[in-house]
């Protein structure tokens, strides 16, 4: 089994990707040891002592590393445990945990008054904003819509990511204004 890599515009963070599906729908970001308990594979990574979070897309892995830590010398470690891993076939989740893509976050009650933005919104970020974002080791939430206010959550190498303010401001904010112009600003949460 050959396991690429791809670097991210995080610099603490790397894709694997091993070449199969990971995940058939949805994603799942883990930022704790404590959340990474769900999977033995997350579990194991965060083992390793120098990992600070663990994302599973649809086809690939990201990997990201504490501050100062040499990807040099985690590299090798991270490829041996996803090798390991996948030529064994466990499973991604322990059984309390299957089924679960995304979790707990605060989200905002849309009204229903907006359900067409809301809808307009959620389409763009499906159809233009996911697949860029996943191209980068990343995942993008919708967490609500609010006088004119859209919130989303960034996961992943986007999480934490040097260019994330950029990529929602000069990107995400400025595609969902032209397109839905109740849209006035977009934050993350």
């Not at 883990?30 to 600070?52: I, K, M, Y």
């Not at 590299?75 to 891993?85: A, C, E, G, I, R």
């Not at 860029?132 to 999480?159: E, H, P, T, W």
Request: hydrophobic content about 40%; overall charge negative.
């Amino acid at each position: 089994m050959l396991i690429e890599t791809e670097p991210t515009p995080n610099p603490a963070t790397l894709k694997f990707l091993p070449g199969r599906t990971i995940m058939d729908s949805g994603t799942r970001d883990f930022a704790t040891p404590e959340e990474a308990e769900a999977s033995p594979l997350a579990d194991a990574l965060f083992g390793l002592g120098d990992v600070t979070g663990v994302f599973f897309g649809r086809d690939f892995v990201s990997v990201t590393a504490g501050p100062g830590v040499d990807w040099r010398a985690l590299k090798p470690d991270v490829l041996s445990l996803l090798l390991d891993h996948f030529s064994a076939a466990m499973p991604l989740f322990r059984p309390v945990a299957a089924g679960f893509s995304v979790p707990s976050e605060p989200s905002f009650a849309d009204d229903p008054a907006d359900a067409d933005i809301v809808a307009q919104i959620k389409e763009l970020i499906d159809t233009r904003v996911r697949p860029a974002v996943a191209n980068d080791g990343g995942d993008i939430v919708y967490r609500g819509f609010d006088k004119g206010k859209v919130f989303l959550q960034m996961q992943g190498a986007c999480s934490g990511c040097p260019s994330s303010s950029a990529t929602l401001k000069q990107g995400i904010e400025q595609l969902l204004r032209y397109y839905v112009p109740e849209v006035s600003e977009v934050r993350a949460v």
